[in-house]
């Protein structure tokens, strides 16, 4: 450990050292100063103010530069010495510090321990029947509205818009089996022409085996109505003196059926001359 004493007597020793041309050196001014008072009195009290002064400037300032000079050699020749002080008085009034963090975890765990551990109290008392809840709605049907809205219809009527649904478009499906081969088509060289037992053309197509029939639309003439007889649309009858045209397959007379439709009207009698 180091010695104070000794060291602050070292230090002034320096410091003395380093002042003593200082000291010399202000002497030496002020048997100027002096020298300057005992001149003749043709000297004005101004000028010898004035240069007083300007003595006392230089020495002060001579002064300063010395000290600081001598201090900062003193101090640069010990500081290997005052560090060591710092630290041997840090150790003795600066302690390390106990694990704060560590002594309260430590109290917390023991003061945990001490609780009783919680028990199963009993149960309480059974409370009040609560009002019957309301019924459910159930949803009865969906659709969608303009914008792409979907709405639920819930059962008691009312409607719920459901916001803006719209479905992704789905992958493309696999290819169906191919279909078996059509049976050859009838042309115009399978067709040729036929009249039924009332005269009606009949556009006939044959291929072997294979026979299509189709009626030529037209009217086809019956001669007088025949009550019984089935007629098709385009016969045209003679009943009552006008003649009537079947408009679709009846039995029914053309006075009074609605498949008949009145062509020419039965002209006036003759008069007699």
């Not at 004035?50 to 006392?56: F, K, M, S, T």
């Not at 302690?95 to 430590?106: G, H």
């Not at 008392?125 to 819930?154: H, Q, S, T, Y």
Request: hydrophobic letters at 35%; glycine letters at 14%; proline letters at 4%.
């Amino acid at each position: 450990m180091i010695d104070a004493k000794a060291f602050g007597e070292e230090l002034a020793g320096i410091v003395k050292a380093a002042t003593a041309p200082l000291l010399a050196r202000i002497e030496a001014l002020e048997g100027q100063v002096k020298a300057v008072e005992a001149r003749p009195a043709g000297l004005t009290a101004e000028a010898l103010a004035e240069q007083v002064e300007a003595v006392e400037a230089r020495v002060k300032s001579h002064a300063d530069e010395a000290m600081r000079k001598a201090m900062e050699r003193g101090f640069a020749a010990q500081e290997d010495g005052l560090r060591q002080i710092v630290k041997e008085c840090s150790e003795l009034y600066d302690p390390e510090l106990p694990d704060i963090p560590a002594m309260v975890a430590e109290a917390v765990e023991e003061a945990v321990k001490s609780i009783p551990a919680p028990q199963d109290g009993k149960d309480g008392a059974r409370g009040e029947r609560g009002e019957p809840g309301r019924d459910g709605l159930d949803v009865k049907d969906l659709f969608r509205a303009d914008g792409g809205r979907l709405i639920a219809v819930m059962s008691d009527g009312t409607t719920k818009d459901l916001g803006v649904f719209v479905g992704k478009d789905g992958e493309p499906g696999r290819d169906g089996a191919d279909g078996k081969d059509g049976s050859d088509g009838l042309g115009f060289e399978d067709m040729s022409f036929e009249f039924d037992e009332h005269g009606r053309v009949i556009a006939k197509f044959q291929r072997g085996d294979v026979v299509k029939s189709v009626r030529l639309p037209g009217i086809v003439d019956r001669g007088p109505y025949k009550s019984g007889e089935s007629y098709e649309k385009g016969d045209a009858v003679s009943y009552g003196g006008s003649l009537w045209i079947a408009q679709d397959a009846t039995n029914e007379k053309p006075d009074g059926g609605k498949g008949w439709r009145l062509a020419v009207k039965k002209g006036r009698d003759a008069r007699a001359s």
